[in-house]
């Protein structure tokens, strides 16, 4: 297997009028669940859900977040949200990187650092072998 892999996924998401503040945009906290979105999207178009992780006796909390906002979204836009993730062999972390779009408009970039964890003891772990299969996949080259 080669060393790094890059892989991204796009998810489109529309803006409830729940996630918008007294302004009429979109509250600033509200973008890190649209990283979630992304993220939990991309891993399940790579058919590693993030409940087979957890099966596996693997956790992947935020560790770090970064939220670049650009331009405001409002209720009902249509946004896209393309998470990439460069797969390194043997990293203890994996990092997301995030650009939340409007058409041609950028709304939002940023990325998230993920630990693995062991679900048990809750201490670092290497990856988990389910995680590394993904990537020797055919389809996820």
């Known amino acids: 297997m080669s060393q790094t892999k890059t892989i991204s996924h796009t998810s489109t998401v529309r803006v409830r009028y729940a996630d918008t503040d007294k302004m009429g945009v979109v509250y600033n906290g509200n973008y890190l669940t649209y990283f979630e979105i992304g993220r939990t999207e991309l891993l399940r178009a790579i058919k590693l859900p993030y409940s087979e992780l957890e099966k596996s006796g693997c956790l992947l909390p935020v560790s770090e977040a970064k939220i670049k906002y650009k331009t405001p979204a409002v209720y009902d836009d249509i946004l896209e949200i393309t998470a990439t993730f460069e797969?390194?062999?043997?990293?203890?972390?994996?990092?997301?990187?995030?650009?939340?779009?409007?058409?041609?408009?950028?709304?939002?970039?940023?990325?998230?650092?993920?630990?693995?964890?062991?679900?048990?003891?809750?201490?670092p772990m290497r990856p988990p072998k389910i995680f590394i299969d993904t990537f020797e996949r055919p389809e996820n080259i």
């Open 87 to 123: 797969y390194l062999a043997n990293s203890a972390t994996i990092t997301i990187e995030y650009n939340i779009t409007r058409g041609t408009d950028c709304i939002a970039e940023g990325y998230t650092i993920h630990p693995f964890l062991n679900a048990m003891t809750r201490r």
